[in-house]
């Protein structure tokens, strides 16, 4: 067995890109060739992504909600396609001179995202570096190389514990200092001051009764984890080479209730129980709605994915971090000052890239599902490309030293 250190100082370091078999053409004419590649890539990638709230929130669209919409998704196309060519054209410049395991990908992947990162608007750049430390704490999960990480991975009970204790930082947040994490669910308001109690129904919702509070916010998370299932398996089916027949069979076969029982459960177990502790414990709204949140988490157990349990994860570290400048914003602690308006965020997040594509390129094996699909699709499947010529190189070598031995 060749170990892959061993592999790029012996072998890999010497080739050229077309040698490699990244691409047969001279680098300079690979560049302009691919350029509408990377474009197609990226569009397609953020095309579902950005424009699926226009889909589920069609009734309530105007204009400007539309234009806003459209551009969102352009700025992150737009940037998306910055950071994988310039990884792409880094990764060849690269091959000049000294060459090794951290110049393949690892490096031109942290230069490429640190020099584009601080040009796009800050809700970009929020909804890329969410998804970037997700896909990396998904593969932290996946290498288990530390107790706490083997821990969690191997129990369910632990991640619902843990999503549980997220789902309340988040929406807690919400409720009382206004966080803008974005959450599978919409915080309940704060309760108002109502002059005619007699009349009033609940201080949730002084205008109509719980049951019906509670009906309207299971129809409308039905109906959108609804719309999200068949999606999710529509998309996992019109790809396929077959017969439209077979298709519709597929289709069939490939739906699977998951994101409906998700948003049921949640709003369901949350609005309730939000109301409930309020009837019959009346002034405690902020802890009521601590523990509702918390037992709202409880639909993590109809979907034990690593995926919604990272993305759980990081938004409630970036809520916790929201909460602690917002309670610090006056401190006069000039360190602690500085500390908090430190961009973090933007520092960890070349590093977050480089480690994400070189671990997909690499080690495939610790790389999710969303973070192969997001470096593939940034850099036009180079990751892919470049796994199978390094594989290939290593069966090449493997199959010498066999001779070799023999």
Known sequence: MVGMSKLFEEHVRHMSCQTLGTHSEPC??????????????????????????????????????????????????????????????????????????????????FIGSASTHFLASDRVIDMFESSIFQCNIETFLLMKKFLISRLIFDSKILQT??????????LQGKLLYNTKEFWILESNSQPKEIENQENCKCQLHPNMGCQQYLYQGVKKYFLLGLTLDILKSVISTVSAKRSSQSKRLDLIKNFQIRSLALFTVNVGVYRF???????????????????????AGVCYTFYPQKQLFAFAVVHAIRTLWSIIQIENANTKNTFLRRLLHAPIGRILFPFGVAHLV?????????????????????????????????????QKVEATYKNRNL
């Open 28 to 109: 300079l004419e690979h560049f302009l060739r691919d350029m509408p590649k990377y474009v197609a890539s990226n569009f397609k990638y953020f095309a579902p992504l950005c424009l699926l709230p226009i889909v589920i929130d069609w009734r309530n669209l105007n204009k400007k909600k539309i234009r806003q919409r459209l551009e969102y998704y352009f700025h992150c196309s737009t940037m998306g396609i910055t950071i994988g060519y310039i990884i792409n054209c880094l990764i060849c410049l690269m091959r000049k001179g000294r060459f090794g395991i951290y110049h393949f990908v690892f490096i031109p992947s």
């Open 161 to 170: 514990y843990i999503f549980m204790i997220s789902s309340a930082i988040i």
């Open 273 to 295: 129980t939000h109301c409930f502790l309020n009837k019959y414990i009346p002034g405690c709204n902020s802890l009521n709605h601590l523990l509702s949140s918390f037992l």
């Open 358 to 394: 070189h671990i997909d390129c690499l080690k495939p094996e610790y790389s999710s599902i969303l973070g192969s699909a997001i470096t593939n699709a940034i850099t036009n499947k180079y990751p892919l490309t470049g796994r199978r010529q390094i594989e290939l190189v290593k």
